[in-house]
């Protein structure tokens, strides 16, 4: 039987099975994001909602968490491809998308805390198919829009802060949308560009977790800490996968295919109750 809180790992009748499923969609999904550059929750949060049965706030917290993981273990992984040092020298850039991104971080968390679980179920579901029209469309060749100075600047903040609301709506960490604003705004190449979405992506999780850690909502990490660690450890197992397929997996395969996967996940997200 389903527990109140809405998830399925208190369950007695299939423990195992539940622990294999963690570790099993935290690796796949983990291997997606460190091949991309992405924390991987657009993927996560429909089988978080769907197949584990947590409520939308619970699930975005705890994808939250695991977006987190596999960010914070993608970005070194991915360095054998693109060095350290390459992406310090675009701290600019960086720090140009963390002015708004994280200041839309904590207002989306706080959004997200008082909306409705069925008003959470719609806007995850319509957030999917943008995003999975972004992968589609967005990242195509390098070369930026020409803007510079205070225009690039200006746009850089207030693209940062949609992007920081949408993580924090999702729980995800932005990388859908940072990649093709890397390569759209700043001319950014895409393996450089899937870099440097991490690192914006990092503090600017950590701001929407630090907001939604004043909602008593945020009590689910600790319900769930067997299978948070379980999804951990697959997730970071995968994000060393991914980060060595880096350069290997052609992108115009890949990307429809998720933007599939995106696709459904929206029409099943939007048709649950």
């Known amino acids: ?40 929750a657009e993927f996560r949060l429909p089988l978080l909602i769907g197949l584990f049965r947590f409520r939308p706030l619970e699930a975005i917290i705890l994808n939250k968490a695991m977006s987190l993981v596999v960010v914070a273990s993608a970005l070194p992984f991915r ?18 998308l963390l002015a708004g991104s994280l200041l839309g971080a904590w207002f989306g968390a706080g959004w997200a805390t008082r ?9 995850i579901a319509v957030l999917l198919v943008v995003i999975a029209a972004v992968l589609l469309f967005g990242h195509g060749g390098a070369g930026g829009v020409g803007l510079a100075g205070p225009y690039l600047l200006v746009t850089g903040v207030v693209v940062g802060f949609v992007i920081g609301i949408v993580a924090s709506l999702l729980g995800v960490a932005g990388g859908e949308l940072l990649i093709p604003t890397l390569i759209l705004l700043f001319g950014a190449d895409i393996k450089l560009a899937g870099s440097l979405s991490l690192a914006v992506s990092l503090p600017t999780m950590l701001a929407g977790f630090a907001r939604y850690s004043r909602d008593q909502s945020f009590s689910v990490l600790k319900r769930n800490r067997a299978f948070l660690l379980i999804m951990a450890a697959g997730s970071i197992v995968g994000s060393y996968v991914g980060g060595r397929l880096l350069g290997i997996v052609p992108d115009n395969i890949l990307l429809p295919m998720l933007s599939l996967v995106l696709v459904i996940s929206a029409v099943k997200v939007w048709q649950h109750r």
Not at 18 to 39: D, E, H, P, Y
């Open 115 to 123: 909306l409705s679980s069925e008003m959470l179920f719609r806007i």
């Open 79 to 96: 360095m054998q491809t693109v060095p350290a040092t390459e992406i310090f020298q675009h701290w600019g850039t960086i720090a140009n």
């Open 1 to 40: 039987m389903r527990q109140k809180d809405g998830n399925c790992m208190g369950d007695t009748e299939a423990p195992t099975r539940s622990k294999v499923q963690a570790f099993g969609s935290g690796a796949v999904i983990g291997a997606l994001g460190g091949l991309i550059g992405l924390g991987g």
